[in-house]
């Protein structure tokens, strides 16, 4: 069955950084475009960035412009979520999530499998 894993999650200083890793298991990741979202706590779900399946493009927050890059690897069916320049209100849950459509959308409604999320504090 279809399965996303995330993975790299923990606790970093501000101005540090992370590797989040998507793990794609039970369909052909070359076919989906994935999205990372988080959620902090009391606060609703935002979408962080995209990949697409069609053409490569990509979308990222305003939030996180500039600081957080997303690639995929779709012979390890693996998409990444480096994120530098770490700060405090980056602290969340943060999920990956994959959607039967061409380009990208910030929408959640818009994905239909979801990862069981991992971890991020940024904290001194």
């Known amino acids: 069955q279809v399965q996303l894993v995330e993975s790299g999650g923990g606790l970093v200083q501000p101005g540090g950084s992370l590797r989040l890793s998507c793990a794609a298991s039970?369909?052909?990741?070359?076919?989906?475009?994935i999205g990372w979202f988080r959620q902090a706590p009391g606060k609703e779900r935002e979408g962080v960035s995209c990949?697409?399946?069609?053409?490569?493009?990509?979308y990222y927050a305003d939030s996180v412009k500039g600081r957080f890059t997303i690639s995929r690897d779709n012979a390890k069916k693996t998409v990444y979520l480096r994120m530098n320049s770490l700060k405090p209100e980056d602290t969340a849950v943060y999920y990956c999530?994959?959607?039967?459509?061409?380009?990208?959308?910030?929408?959640?409604?818009?994905?239909?499998?979801w990862g069981q999320g991992t971890q991020v504090t940024v904290s001194s």
């Open positions: 039970g369909f052909t990741l070359d076919y989906y475009t």
């Open positions: 999530a994959a959607a039967t459509r061409f380009f990208c959308t910030s929408s959640s409604d818009e994905y239909g499998y």
């Open positions: 990949t697409s399946s069609s053409d490569g493009s990509t």
